[in-house]
């Protein structure tokens, strides 16, 4: 490889870094974003000068096709298929690495063992990462067919047992085939088929409130998938961007996990949602429900109002209407935060992506450690399709199934407006005392038309 | 070949821990763009796709594992840059622009 392309290795390696550094702050966050791009295409034109690159035509279908889906893809989508999305490309990522493995395997069936088992590496998991990838899109996308709902836990018996079958198989094949490289394709493909399986079958039990840190975790293995594509082919800026990628979505991972209380084993491993459905009946006391005349009179006088959004907003799309519920605080003279617990919604970070689309400025998104300790000077706390991350059993209950997660202390503000659907409870079927307490007000309905109802109630004043 | 691969581990180790200290930095308003955006890096197998798509004396099945694999790596890349920048322009400061 010759020294100019290594050079420009080098500076693509910096870029990658610098990108990520500007990521550190929203100011600088679009520069760092354009200072990754900016690598990645100095890699590929780089690349494409490499000597041993000499026929361009596949390469330029290969180009134009993915420019193509890639662009409208971004581009057309809404705003609210973002999860999706994101886990659909690092699908495809998780895939190119595993295809990479597969051609260097063909191109040369008889190895040393070390680059045998950098190929197996690449191959096995690319292909965990797009097999998992796309069975976490089709629960982002809530596929079903008449009953049946893939985004709710699938468990059945001998699940784990399979799980750990697949993994030796893997580790055993793996083995023997680093040990031997045999000629024969055939253990390759069972490999590469085994591969596929476990990716599915380990996104398949995941819970819609636990997507998050199995988004993450795929994030992180697409990178895992580079690397080991960069040890196939000895490249180091694949290495490098890989490393990056892994260590990002490992950080990810782990803050979730973290935010749930929760280990990674007991996320990817328990089925959280089916087994945790032992429901405790409330403190006593009766839900207190207002309509959004009394919400306005509440709202009307309170000096301090956080929102707390969770996936019900995503799902109702009421982020506007929060918005422009706040504006018109702000306008009466109140203070308003956003508080946003780490695992709201289905992705890192969901909802102050919903809440910057609907312009609400970042610099009143709070987060959760920051608020708790305010929580006494608070007036309103208005909860719009939050649960689970706002339950005070997490907090008081040692008998909860989410005892001991973070939570968003709300119960401790003077008053609670919590936007409801119905009284059924959370994805995990746990009871939420929150909804009984003496300072807990329910306004009832989809959120965006009780939002909607409040902000007539603040017009014609 | 045993000492090229030996190099790389040091790289790779390093570039996990510049990893890990740059994105523990990331606050967490910005978790879904850095997720995204580091999704388009992952797409940097697009480098061993196109030395696959682009290599002399392939069989058909390179050919065709090559070609896929530099699709798939494109949509990322581009798919994955695209969302992030359209996402990142949504952050915005605005209570200056109400007064």
């Known amino acids: 490889m010759s020294v100019y392309i290594q050079l420009a290795y080098l500076l693509a390696a910096f870029l990658f870094a610098l990108g990520l550094k500007l990521m550190s702050s929203p100011d600088t966050a679009r520069l760092g974003n354009l200072a990754s791009a900016c690598a990645m295409l100095l890699t590929v034109v780089v690349t494409l000068l490499h000597t041993g690159v000499v026929e361009y035509q596949w390469i330029l279908l290969g180009v134009v096709v993915g420019s193509a889906i890639g662009s409208l893809a971004a581009t ?69 067919w008449r009953s049946f709902r893939l985004s709710r836990p699938l468990l059945f018996p001998g699940q784990q047992p399979i799980n750990f079958l697949l993994l030796a198989l893997l580790c055993v094949g793996g083995l023997l085939y680093g040990l031997d490289s045999p000629e024969s394709q055939t253990l390759f493909l069972v490999l590469m088929a085994s ?41 180091n800026i694949l290495i490098v961007a890989g490393a990056l990628v892994g260590a990002s979505g490992l950080i990810l991972t782990n803050i979730m996990c973290k935010a749930m209380n929760r280990s990674l084993a007991n ?26 005349e009394d919400a306005y009179f509440i709202l009307e006088a309170a000096r301090s109002v956080v929102f707390v959004p969770g996936y019900g907003l ?67 706390c208005v909860v719009i399709g939050a649960n689970d991350v706002v339950n005070p059993a997490a907090r008081d209950d040692s008998e909860s199934p989410i005892y001991g997660m973070p939570i968003i202390e709300v119960d ?22 929150l909804f009984y307490k003496d300072n807990t007000r329910m306004l009832f309905g989809d959120a965006k038309s009780s939002l909607n109802a409040v902000l007539g109630e603040f017009k014609r004043s | 070949m045993s000492g090229d691969l030996i190099f790389l581990m040091f790289i790779l180790m390093l570039a996990v821990f510049l990893g890990l200290e740059l994105i523990s930095k990331v606050p967490s308003t910005l978790h879904t763009p850095l997720m995204s955006g580091s999704n388009a890096i992952s797409g940097i197998a697009l480098v061993g796709a ?50």
């Open chain 1, 314 to 380: 995503a799902v109702a799309q009421a982020q506007h209407g929060v918005m422009e519920l706040g504006e018109l605080l702000e306008d009466n003279g109140c203070d308003v935060r956003y508080a946003v617990h780490p695992v709201a919604g289905r992705m890192p970070g969901h909802m102050n992506v919903l809440l910057a689309e609907a312009n609400v400025s970042y610099d009143l998104l709070v987060e959760m450690e920051d608020v708790n300790p305010t929580m006494e000077a608070v007036d309103v």
């Open chain 2, 50 to 99: 196109l030395l696959a798509a682009g290599a002399a004396d392939s069989t058909p099945l390179s050919i065709g594992l090559g070609t896929a694999a530099v699709a798939l790596a494109t949509i990322n890349v581009v798919g994955g840059y695209l969302v992030t920048q359209r996402m990142l322009a949504m952050f915005k400061k605005k209570r200056g622009d109400r007064q």
């Open chain 1, 412 to 433: 401790r503000a003077r008053v609670v407006i919590v936007l409801k659907r119905s009284m059924a409870a959370g994805f995990a079927g746990i009871e939420n005392p």
């Open chain 1, 76 to 144: 057309r989508l809404q705003l609210t298929e973002m999860p999706e999305l994101v886990a659909l490309f690092n699908g495809f990522g998780g895939g190119a690495s595993l295809l990479v493995g597969w051609e260097a395997y063909h191109r040369q069936p008889l190895q040393d063992p070390l680059s045998a088992v950098t190929i197996l590496l690449a191959v096995v998991i690319g292909g965990v990462t797009f097999s998992g990838s796309l069975v976490a899109c089709g629960k982002l996308r809530e596929i079903g």
């Open chain 1, 195 to 235: 591969a596929f399986l476990l990716g599915i079958m380990v996104v398949v039990p995941i819970g819609g409130a636990d997507m998050p840190v199995v988004i993450a975790l795929l994030n992180s293995y697409s990178g895992l998938a580079a690397c080991a594509a960069g040890f196939v082919i000895l490249n």
């Open chain 1, 267 to 292: 996320v990817l491993f328990s089925g959280f949602g089916a087994v945790a459905g032992k429901t405790r009946k409330g403190t006593g006391g009766d839900p207190r429900p207002i309509s959004a």
